[in-house]
């Protein structure tokens, strides 16, 4: 299986501040043959599913505010708040569908400073 | 706008089966584009997937739990469910259920999942 690490685990920053959360994966979830990462990224906010926010690592979903992005390749992966609100607080958590099974990261915390 | 909700009983004993049904809702099950899966969510963890069923009846099973579970598809009713056999503690665990895109045999993210339900084991 892929194991999916994420860091940190909990994070707190002031609003209108940037956040960054990073991904590994235990093997490279780069497709040669498109060129494509198979990561996703998911919000979970409490008492609720996660929300698909990115896929490919890098494309957002419909409907995502342009704050969040998600950016790297192969193994390392990272997502970004850019100006952080008060409605973004939520557990963040990437996915690979790379392989069977499709594993998850831990999940990092995001808190207001 | 496809919506998922799942259903079962909250409490549970050890050894005990676990059953759970995740009811779909705009749209069906038959649909050949996607995989109907079941995940999972202890307390203050990180999400497991536990399988995914087609709309064949063809399945793949997380083998961390593949010899205890079992998922099936009602295409009656546009459901699919979760039979997990002699739980214990450990299992206890919101339950989601979710969909997942397949493209050329790729499956894809998970999107939507329903609201979650969770499971507790306990004597």
């Known amino acids: 299986d892929i194991v999916m690490t994420q860091s940190p685990d909990s994070l707190a920053v002031s609003l209108g501040e940037r956040a960054t959360i990073n991904c590994k994966s235990s093997?490279?979830?780069?497709?040669?043959?498109?060129?494509?990462?198979?990561l996703a990224w998911y919000q979970q906010k409490p008492g609720q599913p996660p929300k698909l926010l990115i896929y490919?690592?890098?494309t957002r979903e419909s409907g995502v505010p342009d704050r969040f992005s998600g950016s790297g390749s192969g193994t390392d992966f990272t997502l970004t708040i850019s100006s952080l609100q008060a409605e973004d607080v939520a557990v963040y958590s990437c996915?690979?569908?790379?392989?069977?099974?499709?594993?998850f990261g831990q999940g990092t915390r995001l808190e207001i400073k | 706008q496809v919506q998922l909700q799942e259903s079962g009983p909250g409490l549970l004993k050890p050894s005990e089966t676990l059953s759970l049904t995740c009811t779909v809702s705009?749209?069906?099950?038959?649909?050949?584009?996607?995989?109907w899966n079941w995940i999972r969510q202890p307390p203050r963890k990180g999400l497991e997937w536990i399988g995914y069923?087609?709309?064949?009846?063809?399945?793949n099973y997380n083998p961390s739990l593949k010899t205890r579970i079992t998922i099936s598809l009602d295409t009656s009713k546009n459901q699919f469910s979760l039979n997990l056999s002699s739980v214990t503690a450990a299992d206890t665990a919101v339950y989601y259920c979710?969909?997942?895109?397949?493209?050329?045999?790729?499956?894809?993210?998970?999107?939507?999942w329903g609201q979650g339900t969770l499971v507790t084991v306990s004597s």
């Open positions: 490919w690592a890098s």
């Open positions: 996915q690979q569908y790379y392989s069977t099974p499709p594993t």
């Open positions: 093997q490279s979830l780069l497709y040669s043959s498109n060129n494509k990462n198979y």
């Open positions: 069923i087609y709309y064949t009846g063809s399945t």
């Open positions: 979710a969909r997942a895109q397949v493209v050329r045999g790729e499956k894809r993210w998970f999107d939507p």
């Open positions: 705009g749209g069906s099950v038959t649909n050949t584009s996607y995989y």
